[in-house]
């Protein structure tokens, strides 16, 4: 406790390992000693167990290696490693997990205004992502609060399926750019005339039309009370100062990143059955027959051709644009669709 200056009240500080009690937090309590953020890594035991019993030690540099997770590439290291000697019986692993379950209800009920548990049977980079998005969060402030938020990414990367989900979470409003600018042009008003030509043809409908378009759906009850994710604007860094020109300032911004391999993967192996309307992937959710499969159509717009079109559109832009949101949060949509949510 005494080795808390006042340096580190101004400068900051991470404290792991403790508390591991409840006694321990209140005394941690006591001394003043409360956190910003408490993050709790989580995962299943039997995986932690694995991690426990597979570590094996260099007993020349010291370095921690895992007969799974990560094995050294030197056979001669290889040949060298030893168990460690404070290694635990699997038996009596259970057991510790066993006891920090308990304590850890009294942990989460203590820290409960401040905690984010965080799965970490994932890539390192993944957690490490997900811990520094958490701590670079200012805390919870009782004001009104409305969500703003844009999300960032190439063809393929789950836009609109992360926008969906953050939708249907905190019941705000979904807005995807281009499925806008579809019902503005079948609804038959003068906007709508206006922008049918560039749609029908396939070309870019004007920045200004767009902005025009984009400023009165925002301008609208349902979002200036519960908020918004929009995707598929701005492109560029000028469409960027336009939107905060007119006042639609993003108080989130975030980027799914994926690479070229993976959007042309995802995209181009595609297809839906015209008599049910579901979709299929050649990979990820196969046809669940010939019969099906024989009659799939494709979008002539997943293309290959057409898709590395389109990233080389949105690279274009990207950088610049993460230039102008340097508060912008990166994450690896290359995952299973619910952990990136998260």
Known sequence: MQGFSCALYFQGWVLEAIPKTLEEALCLQEAVITPDHVVMLGAPDVILIER??????????????????????SEEVAQRLETPSTLMPSDL?????????????ALKCTYHSCLKIINADQPNVDVFSQVLNYVCTPRHSAS??????????????????????IAQNYGIVNICCGELLKA?????????ELIKPYLETKQQVPSSIVLQILTERLSRMDCTTRGWVLHGFPQGVEQAEELEESNFIPNR???????DDIAIERVTLRGVDPVTGEWYHSIYKPASGPEVQSRLRF????????????????????????????????INADQDPHTVFE
């Open 52 to 73: 426990s019993s597979g570590k094996r030690i260099d007993p020349v540099t010291g370095d921690v290696y895992h007969i799974t997770f990560m094995w050294p590439e």
């Open 93 to 105: 692993i259970a057991k510790k997990l066993q006891k920090f379950h308990t304590e850890a209800n």
């Open 144 to 165: 009104p609060y409305t969500p703003r938020i844009l999300l960032f990414g190439p063809p393929g990367s789950g836009k609109s399926l992360q926008a969906k989900l």
């Open 184 to 192: 503005v042009s079948a609804d038959e008003s003068h906007m709508g």
């Open 253 to 259: 911004v975030f980027f799914l990143e994926i690479t």
């Open 299 to 330: 979008n002539p717009r997943h293309s290959k051709a057409q898709l590395l079109k389109r990233l080389k559109e949105y690279w274009n832009y990207a950088a610049d644009l993460q230039a102008f949101y340097p508060q912008a949060v990166y």
